[in-house]
């Protein structure tokens, strides 16, 4: 049901928001696991996604030639702040906005879990995801062509099975670890090799770099 995924969203807003709380000035400036972003960025990236509507994405992809890595960056250039404060006050203000551009709302979840390790994992810092929340981020990325962000076409090479799931999808050597390591793997981050195990784990884990 889409309508439960809003209450998801916040709940993990929230929890990003409580961590993030706790950073000192360098923190902010750690590399995150999105390539070419700082922790901070991240955060600045979810404040403009949080505020993104259907009709200013089209808009704005359309200002930026419909370049979507320009737009992303644009948008973190404008929501950073002044000062890392700034970007978490500024977050604050969205946690609990509904909008969304054109996609699919499990992407909201896609967004939030995803980035939340992005920021969480160079930082040391655990945080326990509610089970339905990765489990739908992982089915959605699953279904979803490389050319929006997802991993559909690695379907027809591996077989991902969620040892904490019921998920398993694809064809060809498998590849078994939790959820939320497959989810970062399929959604282009890397992961510790220990995470997945299974014939096609190795050749997986590399093909991710």
Request: charged share 25%.
């Amino acid at each position: 049901m889409s309508s439960d995924v809003w209450p998801m969203v916040h709940a993990e807003r929230a929890a990003l928001i409580d961590d993030l709380a706790r950073l000192d000035d360098a923190q902010w400036e750690l590399p995150s696991l999105c390539a070419g972003w700082t922790v901070r960025d991240v955060a600045a990236h979810l404040v403009d996604t949080a505020r993104t509507t259907r009709i200013g994405f089209v808009v704005g992809l359309a200002r930026e030639r419909f370049d979507f890595d320009r737009q992303n960056a644009r948008g973190v250039e404008r929501e950073r702040g002044a000062s890392p404060q700034q970007t978490l006050q500024r977050l604050r203000r969205v946690a609990s906005r509904t909008s969304t551009p054109p996609a699919p709302l499990d992407s909201r979840l896609v967004e939030q879990v995803v980035h939340g390790e992005d920021i969480r994992r160079p930082l040391g810092l655990a945080h326990s995801y509610p089970p339905e929340a990765v489990a739908r981020s992982l089915r959605l990325q699953l279904r979803t062509p490389a050319s929006f962000g997802g991993a559909k076409e690695l379907t027809a090479r591996v077989r991902l099975t969620a040892t904490d799931a019921d998920l398993s999808a694809g064809d060809g050597p498998e590849v078994r670890g939790p959820a939320l390591s497959l989810l970062l793997a399929v959604s282009g981050r890397q992961v510790v090799r220990d995470e997945l195990d299974g014939p096609g784990a190795a050749a997986f884990v590399a093909s991710r770099r």
